[in-house]
């Protein structure tokens, strides 16, 4: 059964960090490529960036580059986005979805993640 879960979520004060997990089973993850998407309360869900199978990490959001890291560990069959710099505007929930190719396109990913939710307050 192909899943992806992701776990990290919680509160963050601003200017704080938090690293978000995306494990996978069901298949193995080095072989797709892997978005983060990230959905707030009444806004539509935006892609963040996204790891292809050939470890070419493109970031989509210009709010959260120099902040947002992603990475992979193929041994854990994990993703992760370290988060750092938070902002009170990165309050979201947090989505990691696979897919074929990287894309800005949140139809082009096939499996989703449950999502985690990330609060940045003081």
């Known amino acids: 059964q192909v899943q992806l879960v992701e776990s990290g979520g919680g509160l963050a004060q601003p200017g704080g960090s938090l690293r978000l997990s995306c494990a996978a089973s069901?298949?193995?993850?080095?072989?797709?490529?892997i978005g983060w998407f990230r959905q707030a309360p009444g806004k539509e869900r935006e892609v963040i960036s996204c790891?292809?199978?050939?470890?070419?990490?493109?970031n989509y959001e210009d709010s959260v580059k120099g902040r947002f890291t992603m990475s992979r560990d193929n041994a854990k069959n994990t993703v992760y986005l370290q988060m750092n710099s938070l902002k009170p505007e990165d309050t979201s929930v947090y989505y990691c979805?696979?897919?074929?190719?990287?894309?800005?396109?949140?139809?082009?990913?096939?499996?989703w993640g449950q999502g985690t939710q990330v609060t940045v307050t003081s």
């Open positions: 979805a696979s897919g074929l190719v990287c894309s800005r396109w949140d139809y082009e990913y096939n499996y």
């Open positions: 069901g298949f193995a993850l080095q072989h797709y490529a």
């Open positions: 790891i292809s199978s050939s470890d070419v990490i493109t």
